[in-house]
């Protein structure tokens, strides 16, 4: 499945639009790896999305092979969710 498409049907991000923003501004990484929206994801893979305010890393558990949504617990587990602080201008 493409990483844009799972990521949308996981619900991390609502739009695959906004996916594909995000990939091709390296802010979507697989295995370490900055990653373009077409990168086949499969189970196993490590994902790590960096937000303007916080960095999620997830587990694939499952990559489904059609497009339909399916429980959350079976898709993804959460690593990390770090929240960045926010910067103070003075």
Known sequence: MRLDLFLKISRLIKRRSVARELC???RVLVNGHESKPAKE???GDII???FSSRT?????LTAPSSSKKISLGELYKVRSDIRLPKEIDL
């Open 56 to 60: 999620v890393e997830i587990d694939v």
């Open 41 to 43: 994801v499969k189970q």
């Open 24 to 26: 091709d501004s390296g």
């Open 48 to 50: 790590t999305l960096k």
